[in-house]
């Protein structure tokens, strides 16, 4: 068995709850943990990953609670932190070397790991290298080769893919496909593409509150009947259509305008034609136009 269980979680700051009232079940695989700018993300991984402790509701590995279980919950725990930051003045190997030490694993258990990981990472060629000379991506593929270090059951990383090129992303999605059948892995991310392709569910929290939870497919048959596109060659339209409907997308045409749009009801105007929705219609339906643009 691998199950967590979230029972009405709240953390409060100060007078504002970042997370409210969450509750979830979770089971071995890849969930993708989306949400705008301040939408609580980080506050419950950092419960997870029992940085930070809950104001109220509590976490169960097992059935058992986080808090009883102590260190055999932590050493059960991966935890990559959004701010993460390898010490600049170790090299990578040295650095994954000292971190397996924190963790407790003797000498010859971590240089085998720390190697193997370097490999998965695709940086055992730059082990020897200053990680202060490492990219923004190095760095992460780092924090990420860190938090697998103990094999955990639980892998928790905040904006894993944040920094990392088209290459990198599509190594960590492999990478992510292969630990994620028997560990529950929580990623957060904005970026819808990479939630799509590994995620065996979407969590989506906005204003510390849970709004849903389910598999692609099932939350694009939510979205079903509400995804139209509109061609027009009238510019006034345009405006008329960008304010009055949540527009996903525009395409400038050289004959015309194919707007991409969400509503309830159908629109009005000649040629609207409603059509399957995707995730970034998901994104847009329930988050700000500001966020999706960012996909
Ligand atoms: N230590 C703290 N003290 C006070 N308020 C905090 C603290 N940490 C988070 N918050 C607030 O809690 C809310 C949720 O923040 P959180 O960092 O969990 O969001 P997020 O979804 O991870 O956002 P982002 O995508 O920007 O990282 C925000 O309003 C934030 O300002």
Known sequence: MNKLEIVNLTKTYKHKNANENISLTLNSGVYGLLGPNGAGKSTLMKQLATITTPSSGKILYNEKDIVSLDDEYRALVGYLPQDFDAYKN?????????????????????????????????????????????????????????????????????????????????????????????TIVI????????????????????????????????????????VYTITTKNESEVNEIQRNYKVVSINRGVEDTQLRIISDKAPSYENTKLTEPRFEDVYMFYFELEDAREV
């Open 90 to 182: 170790f090299k990578a190997r040295e650095f994954l070397m000292y971190m397996a030490a924190l963790k407790g694993m003797n000498n010859s258990e971590a240089k085998k790991k720390v190697d193997e990981l370097l490999k998965l990472v695709g940086l055992y060629e730059v082990r020897n290298k200053n990680v202060s000379k490492f990219s923004g991506g190095m760095k992460r593929r780092v924090g990420i080769a860190q938090a697998l270090l103990n094999n955990p059951k639980i892998l928790i990383l905040d904006e894993p893919t944040a920094g990392l090129d088209p290459q990198e992303r599509t190594r960590f999605r492999n990478l992510l496909s292969n630990i994620g059948t028997e």
């Open 187 to 226: 990623l957060s991310t904005h970026i819808i593409s990479d939630i799509e392709s590994v995620a065996k569910e979407t969590i989506m929290i906005k204003d510390g509150k849970l709004l849903l939870k389910g598999t692609h497919r099932e939350i694009l048959e939510d979205m079903k009947g509400k």
